[in-house]
């Protein structure tokens, strides 16, 4: 990088390296975090794999949760390659059982648990009367209840000062037809806001982030390439984000620079759609803009 670039003009399809990853001061030194969804499938990252590898370069020790022994290794060993601490744990969070013993491992491997992120993610774009019983009740399971399984059982060994971040979806807010993720993932902002309310008077925080318009390996199974230019330009900064914006955000929600934030929803997207003709780039200040000393100043 020249000093002339900044990192929002850089080519982000290097995907499997944050463009910021210089750590400098260590955000999450002696933290330890048990990140849902966070193994490593493909090319493209994940939120999942972002947050985690993030978390041990700020100094965390990582529990790396997934279903697929393969994908949380991967996601492991780049942890290990690069002087971080992390362990996997094998778990299949659609079960209850499973997510009380994760947990247990996690905790074990870890010497205790402070940090949490439910990230665990999974849909299509099918609309929400196009599925069967038993796979909208599937979506709920994995998209929701599963964050609840997670924080249920995480909840009695966080001590306080601990902190939980929970993955939604700008989808929540969508105008346009429904889809069965989009309901799990409005249920994930009222658990997060219950939970917050609940765990607070214990000293643990909640906080939830809302993807927006990312181009990872979620994005990319779900939606043809050329999706990728009108998700872009219906962002304010007409620009496309990656699972690493979602990461920063995740880093430091979970850190002690948000210490007094709890119960948030917040939007990683690029800036809502605009309705309205964008104003003019700004290049000088007219006259008339300028201050009432400048104006005397000017006569």
Avoid at 80 to 101: F, P
Avoid at 161 to 183: E, H, L, Q, T
Avoid at 246 to 255: G, M, R
């Amino acid at each position: 990088m020249t000093g002339t670039e900044r990192v929002s003009d850089l080519d982000r399809d290097n995907p499997l390296d944050d463009p910021l990853a210089d750590a400098g001061e260590q955000w999450m030194s002696g933290r330890r975090a048990l990140v849902t969804g966070a193994g490593q499938n493909g090319d493209l990252p994940g939120v999942g794999y972002a947050i985690a590898t993030l978390l041990a370069a700020h100094g965390a020790s990582v529990a790396v949760l997934d279903r697929s022994a393969e994908a949380a290794e991967r996601t492991v060993e780049r942890i290990r390659a690069r002087g971080g601490h992390a362990i996997a744990v094998v778990a299949d969070v659609t079960d209850d059982v499973e997510c009380e013993r994760a947990v247990a491992e996690a905790a074990d491997g870890l010497g205790g648990l402070d940090t949490l992120v439910n990230n665990v993610a999974s849909g299509d774009r099918a609309g929400i009367f196009d599925v069967t019983p038993e796979r909208f009740e599937e979506l709920l399971q994995i998209n929701l209840v599963s964050a609840w399984y997670v924080t249920r059982h995480a909840a009695p060994v966080l001590p306080r000062g601990s902190a939980v971040v929970n993955i939604s979806s700008v989808g929540v807010r969508a105008r346009g037809p429904g889809m069965p993720y989009c309901v799990a993932k409005a249920g994930v902002e009222n658990l997060t806001e219950g939970s917050a309310t609940t765990l607070g008077p214990q000293g643990i925080r909640v906080n939830c982030i809302e993807v927006g318009g990312i181009w990872g390996s979620f994005a990319a199974a779900n939606m043809d390439e050329k999706m990728r230019e009108p998700r872009r330009n219906a962002t304010t900064l007409k620009t496309e984000g990656s699972a690493w914006d979602i990461a920063h955000a995740a880093l430091f929600l979970l850190s002690d620079r948000a210490r007094w934030i709890t119960g948030q929803i917040l939007a990683v997207d690029g800036g809502p759609p605009s309705y309205f003709p964008p104003p003019p780039p700004v290049t000088s200040v007219p006259p008339s803009a300028r201050s009432t000393r400048e104006r005397r100043d000017d006569t």
